[in-house]
């Protein structure tokens, strides 16, 4: 089966689970979870990013529409065996960017897993796109497996988890506002009365050795109760 019909088929299988299904519950919401995946797989395949040749996508596409590749051959001014091998091509690259089990994974496993590796797949190297380009750099840059050590990894991923570009942001934003225009007033505007305060926050923002917390303290001249 190709893939076209392959997600055809687990979409109507899914819409009729969920008529099955009380709103709101575990199972229904698994079913829309479901029904979301194969619409965004269904959603790449329409874009036609899978292949360069926009012409040969628009023949697949054409085909797919057609109620039997018999009328579609008609429209199309060609064969039903040209029509047939068109199709499975273009089913098998797809396969070959959103995986070959894409649809198994997401009727049968995590839908959410399986969107995750799909948005790699598809999206390239969206894995860095995590990260600050000072923290890539200190990653390794040809990685090898020599054991795996569950509780080594986890400590690795709590660590990385708050350098992602995600949790700085929202770092950022848990910051009071005030406070946050005061910091980046002295720091950004090149007020002349600031200057010394706006030296000892570089220091300290840079890990100065010198310019620990208290010694910044005395620059701003502030209690450091609660820091």
Avoid: W
């Avoid at 030296?199 to 050795?209: G, K, M, Q």
Wanted: glycine fraction near 4%.
């Amino acid at each position: 089966m190709n893939i076209f019909s392959e997600v055809k088929e687990a979409a109507a299988k899914t819409k009729e689970q969920l008529k099955s299904l009380s709103s709101g519950t575990p199972a229904y919401e698994i079913e829309c979870d479901k029904a979301e995946a194969l619409n965004t797989v269904v959603g790449y395949i329409k874009q036609g990013n899978y292949t360069s040749n926009a012409k040969s996508h628009e023949r697949v596409m054409h085909a797919l529409r057609c109620k039997s590749y018999a009328q579609a051959a008609q429209e199309l001014a060609t064969t039903e065996e040209s029509l047939r091998a068109s199709v499975y091509q273009a089913s098998e690259r797809i396969r070959a960017v959103v995986g070959f089990d894409i649809v198994t994974e997401i009727m049968q496993g995590d839908p959410a897993a399986a969107m995750c590796k799909f948005a790699i797949r598809t999206e390239g190297d969206t894995i860095s796109a995590l990260f600050p380009t000072d923290v890539l750099a200190n990653l390794p840059k040809e990685p090898s497996l020599h054991k795996i050590d569950s509780q080594a990894i986890l400590s690795a991923a709590k660590a990385l988890h708050a350098v992602t570009i995600r949790a700085l942001v929202g770092a950022v934003y848990e910051i009071p506002e005030d406070a946050l225009h005061a910091l980046a007033y002295i720091l950004f505007s090149n007020d002349q009365k600031y200057l010394r305060q706006t030296a000892a926050l570089y220091r300290y923002l840079r890990d100065d050795p010198d310019m620990g917390i208290d010694a910044l303290s005395a620059e701003l001249n502030i209690e450091t109760k609660g820091v």
